[in-house]
């Protein structure tokens, strides 16, 4: 587990620390900057979520590089759902501060090292653009986003993108033109 070294430290700045746990080494074998991009994603969904959504003090985000066997089990277990999923995310609170002085624990979102890579070989999309896409809508998961509705996933897109467009990353919903 690397703890977050990129944190913010100006007294305004809301400490949010975002710790990322390798368990598939496959990450790190294809993409040796999984972990920095994963928390620079992470960052950009926080600051491109709206004004009282994102925490404004301190808080902790995990983020989990997994593969297909771990977010199988969890799908399973969590979902009911038969068989890998490229992400999972898990909120450990509903918005309130702790009762105690510690940060506010949004939760973890994890990632199947190999749906994530068959995917970005699926869409043609770079490998690293698609593990920060995932990221990014994990972590709005976790802040309470939600797609079960066209005006959710509306809403949720355009944070993607708008998160996505900091971190010089295209719009992952605009299909390619063929050439």
Excluded at 24 to 29: E, G, I, K, N, V
Excluded at 35 to 47: K, V, Y
Excluded at 49 to 54: F, K, S
């Amino acid at each position: 587990m690397n703890d977050d070294p990129d944190s913010p430290s100006s007294p305004d700045t809301p400490q949010i620390s975002i710790a990322v746990t390798v368990l598939a080494p496959a990450w790190r074998d294809t993409l040796s900057e999984a972990e920095p991009l994963a928390r620079r994603a992470a960052r950009a969904a926080l600051a491109a979520a709206e004004e009282g959504v994102a925490p404004a003090g301190e808080a902790e985000v995990g983020l989990v590089l997994a593969d297909d066997a771990t977010l199988g089990r969890l799908n399973r277990r969590y979902r009911g759902v038969e068989g890998p999923t490229n992400v999972l995310s898990f909120p450990t609170s509903e918005g309130s501060a702790p009762e105690s002085s510690g940060p506010l624990l949004l939760g973890d979102v994890v990632l199947a090292y190999e749906t994530v890579r068959r995917e970005s070989e699926e869409q043609g999309k770079r490998f690293s653009d698609h593990l920060c896409h995932l990221v990014v809508h994990g972590v709005l998961h976790l802040l309470g986003y939600e797609h079960g509705t066209e005006a959710q996933a509306a809403a949720m897109e355009r944070l993607e993108t708008a998160a996505l467009a900091g971190l010089g990353i295209s719009d992952p919903y605009v299909l390619a033109v063929p050439s």
